[in-house]
């Protein structure tokens, strides 16, 4: 049996790793949990729900869209965003629930 036998290739690899990458900052995970959990909302909604200014959710949203992990959808004078699938929406929820397991809780001295 050869170490690469049964996973995937570097390519998919990468795509995985830019996908964590562009989840991982706060105020993009609270935007995808924000949408995972109460299904879409607006920008501006997006917006107050993270006290953050507009033009800096519009730049969490585009970040998460450029890398498939939200779509939007104009309806009248708003666009509304939404999870691309229920795979994001497990990732970001599971992630969640790790991190909140009490062996999680303690503050972990950071590795340098």
């Known amino acids: 049996m050869s170490a690469a036998e049964g996973l995937p ?10 996908l964590l990458a562009a989840a991982a900052h706060p105020a993009r995970l609270l935007v995808l949990l924000a949408l995972s959990r ?3 909302l607006c920008a ?11 033009t800096a959710m519009s730049h969490q949203l585009r970040t998460l869209r450029d890398a498939g992990l939200v779509r939007s959808e104009r309806r009248g004078k708003h666009v509304f965003y939404e999870i691309c699938d229920q795979h994001v929406a497990h990732i970001v929820e599971d992630a969640v629930a790790h991190t909140s397991e009490p062996r999680l809780q303690k503050k972990r001295p950071r590795r340098r």
């Open 9 to 18: 290739d570097a390519a998919s690899i990468g795509r995985t790793a830019e």
């Open 38 to 40: 109460r299904g879409p």
């Open 44 to 54: 501006g909604d997006l917006s107050r729900l993270s006290r953050s200014e507009q």
